[in-house]
């Protein structure tokens, strides 16, 4: 008599935890399935959404908390799925639970382990701002709150030495260097790809400096120096110098062209980094190099007229493809061309670029596990029949969120909540048909 | 701040914290391992729209030398509006105190967000330096009304 | 056998209470950081409440799979009538300790977490004070447990019907998305046909081709949507799972009553009215058209010709008219404005086509390409600061401040949307907000875009803020969802257990408590001349009870007894 099946859902950021929590409260099973030790994506790593410049944290943590103890999801992370076969209704998929080395039953996400562990690296979700032991958590407010040991720099565990330190220190006995991977395989009726996007490479880019100046930053490494719980607890201050910029440019469509489409959401980004600015450093200049506005819906448009004039200038250029930035003394120069085609210099302590959202690096490989297609921009492509409908191209599995194309959070939500309606109709058709 | 036989005097204070924000800011201040003065109680609520006027009153008539009541950032919060009610029975409260002899310094409205965990330790500390200044409170163990 | 009957603990000092108290060591967490026999002996000692049987103990790890069991089998054998669990934060374990509860007889209400963890050991250095401030801590949850009262949950009656009003793309996706055999909806549409207003669009964005047409089909053969044409919605009155909705007609004000457990709100929008704009003159020519009336006569005609029967041999089609004085981009403008250059093109090969744009908003992943293509078949785009037109004479200053004229033989405005005429009467019948563009509110704009602050009632479509068709049905089908996973035939809904209730005793009726209620769960009994609250619809914030002059408000789980204990031990 009712009408559940169970679900896999691909990805715990906020497109694949609302699908979750939309199945789970219809009484069917999910099985959450993330790469990462902690679940949460992208959302997490800012510290204030727009447009309501609203904290990411109040608003995420509760529906982590929600996934998390919902008895319907099982949350599998640190996990991928290597093979997705047979059909709608009837899939069958292997899941590989990477060793984690610590137990997420006994451990207490105390953190006594980092200290002792004499493994020192860069954080790479805390966009390489600050360093990480081998056995670490993310971030501050991890959820699950608890530690991962990164097998290849591990000294025990990639031989070099006879290490014990953290198991030493670990007074739950929650730390199991004798872990291994685990395989499970599982079926469900239907699958929910919701793994997210990335940032455009802007080392791809030398005009504009990225990696080679360090005053030019990335638009998640700015998040991360923003943030409160990020690498410098919110303080902004320029890599390298340490000093607290005075005048900063962010310089708008950073791959846009070289992608082919607009992302959507990095203008409202770009104002929103001119407000954190302002709020943070109310003596800088901040400056929006741009040629388009694209602050599409009713709720963006006040927002980008509340920082217009007020905390940043707009600076109209236009060939935005052709923006430059170059060393000048300690700080940086940007050279555009403006509204009448002649070049202009602005010089200023720190940029930053709007990067474009791109297809995850390994979209391409989830989509042969998911035997679904691509679009022509490497993002999952869905059946196109005008409807907006999520399906992919294989009966039985959707997309949702920004694995699908770049959008803002609102859209995210809505896709996820929009498959999740999707499969709940099959899988009531499947019912009541048979 | 020492009083004259040279006892240093450590303040009560109560901490009203709403659910979804400051609470978990103070969760994060303790996994954080921020320190935090013992003089401090939280007491959790589920939105700072919660606190009204009879429970402040009474707590500092209960001897509360200051009192600390944290929500949301202004449009946060998770009941949509609460924190603007909160925010405006705080300036009616605040008048009362003054007719009560109680320096309306004694309470303070804060917004701390959950990612905020340094910032609600700054938050506690200062506003207990401001107590301490301030010293005990006047009207403590006076009978209500 | 439970050995103490007392419910209500603490309010009748006859009874007698045996609470449980138990301290988690949390590793050295909690243990190594406090002395926690000495917690135990001090608490142990207590003779602070008569009539009450303390039973303190420690464990090592509480919450791991043995710990629950210990709790579990405690709580069984010593027959509690509360319990305290001195631990870490609630938002790591309350609900885990409650689950251990549930399990026994134990209500689930009659327990507390006491977080000695985050805001105690760890962020008290000093052993001895931090000792003292743990004891201080659960001293206050033993009192403040012994104020609680047992809630239960009370499971309502849902119906799964649904109504949808407004007939459109997104209404139709919605209806067909939801109905089923064990669903009925009821289809709303004020006009006598369905299809709302992209019917009068002339092929949509690639891909869209029979969409509408084939929707419409199937609205009309599914037997379990009950289609009203020439109907409008009269009263609304209920809340999630259980409205009562008048519907009329408006051909012959004959009214129906139905039932319903969720209403979807799909009413579309209409154009901005380019006459308000200042800088154009609109009525004055008969050559500007807008561009819903040009698509209709690419739709109708397949061809879009001059009043004098001629066809345009240049158009000026200029965007975001309206968006200055709305405040919003509409976001579908450039794109749909792109589509109609391509249609002058196909009808006239050697067309001169200009967009006067201010900024194009290509947010959809094709929206690009489509302009890169406009672009590279010869359409012009001009970037303007400013502009104005007479007639068809088009005067406009680009970006490097150089004024131009131009003259065409057709202009067509694309005028923002905004919000459908009936917006504001149905606001007030659902009681849903209005937000500042006017258009429906939803009750969180990122993690609840179809909500609306009175659950149960959703916005999709349009009807929510500018969209394209393809949007317009996901949000539909995410409201489907949102019914789905919340109405299932034949279960009942289980609302939030600690709301706020009004005492009639003391409830002089003022009204203060209904004005603050964002979620509209107080409403006031003539009868009585009280004020009382919906309990199925309330999610207890505690709003309400600060409103009250007359202390009427008892927040359940949140009493001032509740938090005086608390206070009182905190203040000790
Ligand atoms: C700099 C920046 C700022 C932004 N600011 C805002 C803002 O203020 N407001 C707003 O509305 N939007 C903003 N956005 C957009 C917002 O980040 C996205 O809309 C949102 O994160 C999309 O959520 P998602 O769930 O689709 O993807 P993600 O958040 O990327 O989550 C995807 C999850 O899937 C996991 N995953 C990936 N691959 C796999 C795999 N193969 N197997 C298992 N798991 C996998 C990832 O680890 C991740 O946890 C911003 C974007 C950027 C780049
Ligand atoms: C000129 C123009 C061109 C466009 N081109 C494209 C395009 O190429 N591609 C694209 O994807 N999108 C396009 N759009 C957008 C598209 O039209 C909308 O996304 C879509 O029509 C929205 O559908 P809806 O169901 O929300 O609203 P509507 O289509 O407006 O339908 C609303 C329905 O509700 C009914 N109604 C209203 N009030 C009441 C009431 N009180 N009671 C009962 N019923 C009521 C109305 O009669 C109507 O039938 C275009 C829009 C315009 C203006
Ligand atoms: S592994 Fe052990 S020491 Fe490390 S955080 Fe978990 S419980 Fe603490
Ligand atoms: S065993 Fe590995 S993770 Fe643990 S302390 Fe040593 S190097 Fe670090
Ligand atoms: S507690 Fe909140 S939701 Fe409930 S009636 Fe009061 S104001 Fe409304
Ligand atoms: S505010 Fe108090 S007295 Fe007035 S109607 Fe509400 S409950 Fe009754
Ligand atoms: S929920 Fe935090 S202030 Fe209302």
């Given at each position: ?434 | ?38 003089s401090f109680t939280v007491i959790r609520v589920m939105c700072s729209s919660r606190i009204d006027h009879n429970l402040l009153l009474s707590t500092y008539f209960k001897g509360a030398d200051g009192i600390l009541v944290a929500g949301c950032h202004p449009g946060d919060c998770h009941y949509g509006e609460g924190n603007y009610y909160a925010r405006r029975r705080f300036a009616l409260l605040k008048k009362v105190m003054e007719t009560l002899n109680l320096d309306p310094e004694r309470l303070q409205l804060s917004w701390v967000s959950a990612s905020e965990g340094k910032r609600y330790a700054e938050v506690v500390g200062e506003f207990t330096e ?16 | ?572």
């Amino acid at each position: 008599m009712s009408q559940t099946g169970n679900v896999l859902v691909i990805g715990a950021g906020i497109a694949g935890m609302k699908a979750s929590l939309m199945l789970a409260g219809a009484s069917n099973k999910v099985y959450l399935v993330e790469k990462l030790p902690i679940i949460g994506g992208k959302v997490i790593k800012n510290e204030e959404s727009f447009p309501n410049l609203e904290c990411s944290t109040c608003m995420v943590a509760p529906i982590q908390q929600d996934v998390l103890q919902n008895p319907n999801i099982e949350t599998l992370t640190y996990s991928i799925v290597e093979k997705i076969e047979g059909k709608l209704g009837d899939f069958s998929v292997v899941i590989r639970k990477k060793a984690r080395y610590v137990s997420l039953t006994d451990c207490i996400g105390c953190g006594m382990c980092y200290e002792p562990c004499p493994v020192s690296l860069k954080n790479e979700w805390e966009e390489n701002l600050i360093d990480r032991k081998a056995i670490y958590v993310p971030c501050s407010g991890s959820l699950p709150n608890v530690p991962v040991i990164d097998s290849e720099h591990c000294l025990k565990l990639n031989g070099k030495e006879e290490c014990n330190l953290c198991v030493e220190s670990c007074a739950f006995e929650a730390i199991n260097l004798d872990d291994s991977d685990e395989v499970m395989e599982i079926k469900v009726g239907a699958v929910i790809l919701a793994a997210g996007s990335s940032t455009f490479d802007l080392s791809s880019l030398p005009n504009l400096g990225y990696s080679t100046l360090p005053g030019v930053y990335a638009p998640m490494e700015f998040e991360r120096l923003f943030a409160s719980n990020g690498p410098t607890l919110g303080e902004i201050t320029l890599r390298e110098s340490e000093k607290i910029p005075e005048s900063v440019a962010v310089i708008h469509c950073a791959g846009r062209k070289e992608q082919k489409y607009c992302s959507a959401v990095c203008c409202m980004y770009s104002f929103k980094f001119a407000r954190f600015l302002k709020h943070k450093i109310p003596s800088a200049s901040v400056f929006n190099i741009y040629s388009d506005v694209c602050v599409p819906g009713k709720n963006y448009q006040s927002f980008y007229k509340s920082v217009e004039g007020t905390d940043t200038e707009m600076l109209y250029t236009s060939s935005i493809d052709e923006v430059q930035v170059s060393e000048n003394g300690p700080g940086l120069k940007v050279t555009y061309s403006d509204a009448s085609g002649s070049m202009t210099e602005l010089n200023v302590d720190m940029v930053i670029l709007a990067a474009a959202l791109v297809p995850d690096d390994d979209a391409a490989e989830l989509a042969e596990i998911a035997g679904v297609d691509l679009d022509s921009r490497g993002f999952i492509a869905t059946v196109q029949d005008g409807s907006g409908s999520m399906e992919t191209s294989r009966e039985g599995v959707f997309v949702a969120g920004t694995a699908e194309g770049p959008k803002d959070i609102q859209n995210s939500v809505i896709q996820a909540e929009s498959a999740a309606g999707q499969v709940m109709d099959i899988v009531t058709a499947e019912v009541s048909g048979s | 701040m020492e009083d004259k036989a040279g006892v240093e005097f450590v303040p009560s204070i109560v901490g009203f914290l709403c659910n979804w924000c400051t609470y978990a800011a103070a969760d994060l201040a303790g996994s954080s391992k921020f320190a935090l003065p013992p003089s401090f109680t939280v007491i959790r609520v589920m939105c700072s729209s919660r606190i009204d006027h009879n429970l402040l009153l009474s707590t500092y008539f209960k001897g509360a030398d200051g009192i600390l009541v944290a929500g949301c950032h202004p449009g946060d919060c998770h009941y949509g509006e609460g924190n603007y009610y909160a925010r405006r029975r705080f300036a009616l409260l605040k008048k009362v105190m003054e007719t009560l002899n109680l320096d309306p310094e004694r309470l303070q409205l804060s917004w701390v967000s959950a990612s905020e965990g340094k910032r609600y330790a700054e938050v506690v500390g200062e506003f207990t330096e401001k107590i301490k200044e301030l010293g005990p409170n006047p009207i403590k163990n006076s009978t209500r009304f | 056998m439970k050995e103490f009957e007392m419910r209500e603990a603490g309010q009748d000092k006859n009874l007698r209470a045996k609470v449980g108290v138990y301290i988690c060591e949390c590793g050295p967490n909690i243990a190594g950081k406090v002395d926690l026999d000495k917690i135990i002996a001090d608490l142990s000692q207590l003779d602070d409440y008569q009539d009450v049987e303390l039973v303190v103990k420690k464990y090592g790890f509480l919450c791991s799979g043995p710990g629950k069991e210990f709790l579990e089998e405690e709580i069984r054998s010593n027959g509690y009538t509360h319990l305290v669990v001195g631990a870490c934060s609630p938002r790591d374990h309350d609900s885990t300790f409650m689950g251990v509860c549930k399990k026994t007889d134990l209500n689930p209400y009659l327990y507390r977490i006491i977080n000695i963890r985050e805001h105690c050991t760890w962020v008290i250095d000093d052993k001895e004070k931090a000792t003292e401030k743990a004891f201080s801590y659960i001293r206050g949850g033993i009192s403040r447990v012994l104020r609680q009262s047992e809630l239960f949950e009370k499971p309502l009656d849902i119906n799964p019907d649904v109504l949808v009003i407004g007939g459109g793309i997104a209404g139709m996706e919605a209806a067909l998305s939801l109905s089923g055999e064990d669903r009925r909806v009821f289809l709303v549409e004020k006009t006598d046909h369905l299809g709302g207003i992209s019917l009068d669009l002339s092929g949509l964005l690639p891909g869209q081709g029979e969409i509408i047409k084939n929707k419409i089909d199937s609205v009309t053969e599914d037997k379990n949507i009950r289609l009203f044409l020439n109907t409008s919605v009269e009263t609304v009155i209920g809340f999630l799972g259980n409205f009562e909705i008048e519907l009329v007609s408006i051909e012959n004000a004959e009214t129906t009553d139905i039932m319903a457990g969720a209403i979807v709100v799909a009413t579309g929008s209409s154009l901005f009215d380019p006459g308000e704009s200042a800088h154009l003159s609109y009525s004055e020519s008969d050559e500007v058209y807008t561009s819903l009336s040009v698509e209709k006569m690419f739709s109708g005609e397949g061809e879009a010709r001059l009043r004098s029967g001629k066809k345009p041999s240049s158009v000026a089609l200029i965007h975001c008219v309206g968006r200055e004085e709305k405040n919003y981009c509409s976001g579908i403008c450039c794109s749909y404005m792109m589509k109609l250059a391509g249609f002058f093109r196909n009808q006239s090969p050697d067309i001169q086509v200009t967009e006067f744009y201010r900024d194009l908003c290509l947010p959809q992943k094709d929206d690009q390409e489509r302009y890169t293509e406009a672009e590279a078949a010869g359409v012009e785009f001009v970037r303007i600061k400013d502009i104005s037109i007479k007639g068809t004479e088009v005067s406009f200053e680009k970006m490097n401040s150089k004024k131009s004229e131009q003259s065409f033989d057709m202009v067509v405005l694309a005028p923002a949307i905004v919000p459908s005429a009936d917006t504001e009467e149905l606001a007030d019948l659902l009681t849903v907000p209005l937000d500042e563009s006017g258009f429906f509110q939803e009750v969180h704009k990122m993690t609840n875009p179809v909500g609306t602050s009175t659950d149960g009632v959703f916005i999709v479509g349009t009807a929510h803020g500018p969209k394209g068709v393809s949007d317009s049905m996901q949000f539909a089908r995410a409201s489907a969802g949102q019914i789905l996973t919340r109405l299932i035939p034949g279960e009942k809904l289980i609302p939030e257990v600690k709301v706020t209730e009004i005492l009639e005793a003391y409830c002089t009726g003022c009204g203060n408590c209904l004005d603050v209620c964002v979620y509209g769960a107080i409403y006031s009994d003539d009868s009585r001349g009280i004020s009382v609250v919906n309990e199925a619809v309330c999610r207890g914030c505690g709003n309400c009870y600060g409103s009250c002059p007359s202390g009427a408000l008892r927040t359940k789980h949140f009493t001032n007894t509740q938090l005086y204990r608390e206070v009182d031990e905190a203040l000790r």
